[in-house]
């Protein structure tokens, strides 16, 4: 069935530096959206990605999704400790069904 | 702001008793899913709704889980009976419709614990 991988698992950073999540589908993707889950909440929807190559920023964060529609990431620019969390791609595929990655775990230390 | 309400919170059970998760989607949406999030990882669609028609459930264990939204409002997820491998967040989302392809709003979850 329909995967979707993502790397890293965990990432530790120091207060303003970079941080990157990547994600990979198996398969083509309509769209992909991404989500930010805080220790002990629910996912929080970040944003969606519809076209093939497209970007799209928020103030410090930068998300790609690839010319192919199968991989995408997010860029975190000068991390804060509020950037603290689990970050999701989830890639739709048929019928509105969403897969989501296993998230990247970023820990920001101050 | 309009929420996804979930409820109860959290759960404790011991194995082979049964439990049921309540949801209820903001108003409107036609559209529900029940996900399982394992601590550690992303959450996994168990079931999905298009108003009370079950679009998707070839994820959810049938031999034990349920799931229904008879009038395609709330829904109820249930379990018996549960295992220790059933220890998980059990997370409702809703969206507008089949049809739409944007957020999914997902409520506050419901933590159950198997001893």
């Known amino acids: 069935g329909q995967q979707v991988m993502q790397i890293p698992q965990y990432q530790h950073v120091q207060e303003g530096e970079d941080f990157t999540t990547y994600c990979n589908s198996s398969t083509t993707l309509s769209n992909i959206q991404w989500y930010k889950q805080r220790p002990g909440g629910h996912p929080v929807f970040l944003i969606q990605?519809?076209?093939?190559?497209e970007v799209k920023k928020q103030k410090r964060l930068t998300f790609q999704f690839g010319e192919a529609k199968k991989n995408s990431s997010l860029h975190i620019t000068a991390t804060q400790t509020t950037d603290v969390g689990t970050y999701f791609c989830?890639?739709?595929?048929?019928?509105?069904?969403?897969?989501f990655g296993s998230g990247t775990k970023l820990n920001v230390k101050p | 702001e309009a929420e996804v309400a979930q409820s109860p919170r959290y759960k404790i059970t011991e194995k082979s008793q049964a439990v049921a998760f309540w949801c209820d989607p903001i108003s409107g949406h036609a559209t529900l899913y029940w996900y399982r999030q394992i601590l550690g990882q992303g959450p996994e669609l168990l079931v999905q709704?298009?108003?009370?028609?079950?679009?998707?459930d070839s994820q959810l264990p049938k031999d034990r889980f349920s799931a229904e939204r008879l009038k395609g409002v709330d829904s109820t997820l249930k379990i018996q009976p549960a295992e220790l491998g059933d220890s998980a967040m059990y997370l409702c989302a809703s969206s507008p419709d089949r049809g739409y392809t944007g957020e999914l709003f997902f409520g506050e979850g419901s933590r159950l614990t198997v001893l």
């Open positions: 709704f298009q108003d009370e028609s079950v679009v998707d």
């Open positions: 990605l519809v076209k093939s190559g």
């Open positions: 989830a890639g739709e595929g048929n019928f509105n069904k969403f897969y």
